[in-house]
């Protein structure tokens, strides 16, 4: 642990307030909290989630609906966290010092949270447990289920985990500090440690997982029009999957760059800064035009950039004929809220910006942001794959 007071000058006011392992924990139980809304919200337009993701139904009208199974994960992560909290700002008041040096309760309670996946809680769903374990399990070397072993709960996660790919940066530097003898995990962000690369790395990890899971997509089509020997008529050849996979490969460009820029000389790869900036720069154009045309166009499918279909006098400017949320006002504030924020996140993925102390603040809530934007992401993908899954079975039902 590093408790010289030297460190002081250099901790800012907000890392003072809120180390990086309490942000951590913050926006993780935040998120849990943001899908216990989706499921409830959803449910109450009669939006079934459950059976989109292949996911158990309650068997008896005593068991508790899944929504409610959620907010008790999220409450029972709650209370320790902000008891620890509580006794870190008792402790520490404010002291940079003191706060370097009382480590061991944010990284405890970052433990509590670990243990709490793996370990039963007491009213908590043993099966929604070891089913959320099994799902990161999969994804996490890139698979994907088949349909109808719930491959729509496999996609939903990892795009989950695409927006949390900063908080798992700021993971790693906080266990790599706590582990190290020269820095304190609750001192100033030291973004290099394990390597100027570690980091990108990990903060790539969740495009990487949707990159694989969108060739495996492809790969499944070509093999099924291979043994049929004709073109899916509603898969096509697969080539939206291979489009979506050069999407998340665009945040390659960003999180690269992004780490050449924080080299301590940048002209050694034979760029000037200048150079660098603006390559990244139009990365980041590219990255976030991508994926805001393709939330609008493919997630919420949406005719928005679609001439042809955008003016129709059927529905409402830029929409779609089957909406489950009745106010259009809704769809519009989406794709506003969506534009900015995917414009802003992709500046935020670059790791260049954070050695910037006073920084810090900002960073967080640009992460905090991101979760939100994803919780509103999710009402929009579920509602259009509901339709789709609700069209399919009524055509089925009727054959």
Not at 40 to 69: E, K
Not at 85 to 107: H, K, M, Q, R
């Amino acid at each position: 642990m590093d408790g010289d007071p030297a460190v002081e000058p250099e901790l800012d006011g907000f890392s003072r307030i809120l180390p990086l392992p309490y942000r951590v924990a913050l926006i993780i139980v935040m998120g849990i909290w943001a899908w216990g809304l989706n499921l409830q919200y959803l449910s109450l337009i009669r939006i079934d989630v459950p059976s989109l993701i292949r996911y158990p139904a309650r068997n008896s009208p005593h068991h508790p609906p899944h929504y409610l199974s959620c907010y008790r994960v999220a409450t029972a992560l709650s209370i320790p966290l902000a008891l620890s909290l509580l006794l870190f700002w008792t402790i520490t008041s404010g002291s940079a010092s003191d706060v370097a040096a009382w480590e061991i309760l944010p990284n405890l309670y970052l433990l509590i949270l670990v243990v709490g996946f793996i370990v039963p809680i007491p009213f908590v769903s043993r099966n929604g447990r070891n089913r959320t374990l099994a799902t990161l399990k999969r994804i996490i070397i890139g698979g994907i289920a088949e349909a109808q072993d719930g491959k729509f709960g496999d996609i939903l996660l990892a795009d989950a985990l695409t927006s949390y790919a900063k908080v798992l940066g700021d993971l790693f530097i906080s266990l790599c500090m706590f582990f190290s003898s020269s820095h304190s995990s609750t001192g100033p962000p030291n973004r290099n440690c394990g390597g100027a690369f570690i980091v990108p790395l990990v903060i790539s990890i969740p495009s990487l997982i949707r990159l694989r899971q969108c060739l495996t997509e492809y790969s499944r089509v070509q093999k099924a029009n291979a043994q049929t020997g004709s073109i899916s008529p509603t898969a096509g050849w697969g080539g939206v999957h291979l489009a979506n996979a050069l999407k998340y490969s665009t945040a390659f460009p960003v999180i690269i760059l992004s780490a050449l820029q924080r080299s301590p000389s940048p002209s050694k790869y034979g760029m000037s800064e200048a150079t660098l900036f603006r390559l990244w720069l139009a990365a980041v154009f590219v990255n976030s035009a991508y994926s805001f045309y393709w939330d609008v166009t493919r997630d919420w499918d949406l005719t928005l950039f679609k001439p042809k279909e955008r003016d129709s006098p059927e529905y409402p400017w830029a929409l779609r004929r089957h909406r489950w949320f009745h106010a259009k006002e809704f769809y519009y504030t989406a794709i506003i809220v969506d534009a900015m924020l995917r414009c802003t996140w992709s500046f935020k993925l670059s790791p260049h910006l954070d050695h910037f102390n006073d920084l810090e603040g900002g960073i967080f809530l640009m992460e905090v942001l991101e979760v939100l934007r994803r919780w509103m992401w999710i009402f929009f993908r579920v509602e259009c794959e509901w339709g789709e899954y609700f069209s399919f079975s009524f055509i089925c039902w009727w054959k």
